[in-house]
């Protein structure tokens, strides 16, 4: 993702809809929104990837649908998420909403992570109505979360490390050299 930000500062991602590609997907989001890269997805019809649509409908079609049809993350994550039903259902709406807070999370810059949760407060009030104050305190939470697990994971290399590093103390003195 380093080397892609050096090209630029806008990356359109395209995954297949299959039950990996949408791993993929979420995982691809959070790694270049970490880059500081802008981050917008398109879906191809069913059953197509960029090579067969460019071969099929012409490189000016892919282009013409990319421009128009490719969205910003907090919308196409909305947007997947109102497919699948999950919108509708009150149990999973919250979840939805914390798993896009996970991915702004991941942004640098303080300033687009609010603008980002501003932005995702519009998208849902017709959803459920939320107040901005609680998208804030719950990206506090996601971040706070996110921070402790990095610190977990950093402990326990640093163990890892100091536990190769160290001699069995219970083998035999002649197979250690």
Do not use: C
Not at 160 to 167: F, G, L, S
């Amino acid at each position: 993702m380093k080397i892609l930000h050096r090209y630029g500062e806008r990356i359109v991602m395209i995954y297949d809809s299959d039950d990996a590609g949408q791993t993929a997907m979420k995982r691809g989001i959070n790694i270049a929104l970490a880059e500081g890269m802008e981050v917008e997805l398109l879906e191809l019809p069913e059953d197509q990837d960029p090579d067969s649509f460019v071969k099929q409908f012409g490189k000016e079609s892919f282009e013409e649908m990319k421009k128009e049809e490719a969205l910003d993350f907090v919308d196409f994550l909305l947007h997947k998420a109102g497919d699948e039903g999950r919108l509708d259902r009150p149990t999973e709406t919250p979840k939805v909403i914390t798993e896009i807070l996970e991915s702004i999370s991941n942004i640098p810059d303080s300033i687009q992570r609010q603008v980002y949760v501003q932005y995702l407060h519009q998208k849902i009030q017709k959803f459920q109505k939320v107040k901005e104050t609680d998208l804030f305190e719950q990206l506090e939470r996601v971040m706070n979360d996110k921070r402790w697990e990095e610190k977990r994971a950093k402990k326990r290399e640093e163990v890892r490390q100091r536990v190769q590093e160290k001699p069995d103390e219970n083998a035999d003195p002649k197979q250690q050299r």
